[in-house]
């Protein structure tokens, strides 16, 4: 099976401070993805990568970056968190095929608090 | 650029029962694939079922099945015997094929969240 890590549950993190979110899978997927997940709002893309170095933005890319140094690990990062910012995080991978129906592998989501 | 609507913010159904999620979508495309997704309460988000638009075919998944209008761009799920482990936020998920780095990207619906009652 897909596993895709999250290195955190929960994170608590306080205004203006730099955050890290890391993701890992393991199964070799091309495709990595950040998304958030607010009540009311469903999942919105913040950014994507479909290869090491390489990244695209999504619907929501404001006040993040991301990193993708290895194949298996994709990292987001808050610059300087603001409370509008709390949020679940989830990210996701998927394999670069022709065929478009390969589903998106989740991992279990980060509950980000910005005190 | 596509959407993904689905109207039911909740819904509810008796165990054992059948219920149906809606979702319809929006798109100047003829060749997509639809999803739906199942978030069960602080668990991992998993697919339940796909569907290629131009299968004209149902896609079923032993109790789970879709009923898919693609003039209506409609993309329904049902649940049929409906388990208490079925309780979950419910996603309906669009993505066009069409080549480039884009094509990889979902379009999620507002979800649905799913209770049964014993």
Redesign the interface.
Known sequence: DVKVTQSSRYLVKRTGEKVFLECVQDMDHE?M?WYRQDP??????IY?S?DVK?K?K?DIPEGYSVSREKKERFSLILESASTNQTSMY?CAS?P?RTW??Q??H????TRLSIL | AQTVTQSQPEMSVQEAETVTLSCTYDTSESDYYLFWYKQPPSRQMILVIRQEAYKQQNATENRFSVNFQKAAKSFSLKISDSQLGDAAMYFCAYRSPKGGAGSYQLTFGKGTKLSVIP
Do not use: C, T
Request: glycine share 30%.
């Open positions: 495709n993805f009311g709002l469903g999942l919105r893309l994507f479909y390489m695209e999504g989830l998927s670069h478009g129906g589903p998106q989740f991992g279990d989501g």
